[in-house]
């Protein structure tokens, strides 16, 4: 059986195609509703743990930017300082 993006069906080797198409859509209904209704969604232990290894690799990257940052800040005021005097 050939079905289209919509889940219905267009060509058949067996038997009409008009009279599994109610079946076909009856059952489409009942699996998207299914669908819905996992809102549940966990991830397995070894997703989990590269997730929170990409979370920690991506917060190292991001403190170590602001590091950076104040350290290049506090440097040009201090030779700003240091021209002044």
Known sequence: MIFTNAGKPVFSST???Y???PIIATLY???????TFQTDYRLNPLEEQLVK???QRKEKSI???ISKTAKDIIN??????????
Not at 29 to 35: D, G, Q, R, V, W
Not at 76 to 84: I, M, P, S, T
Request: proline share 0%.
């Open 76 to 85: 040009d005021d201090l030779a700003e300082l240091v021209r002044l005097d």
């Open 15 to 17: 038997g009409d195609i």
């Open 19 to 21: 009279h599994l198409s």
């Open 63 to 65: 403190t170590n930017r």
């Open 53 to 55: 290894e990409a979370h």
């Open 29 to 35: 209904a009942i699996i998207s509703k299914y669908e």
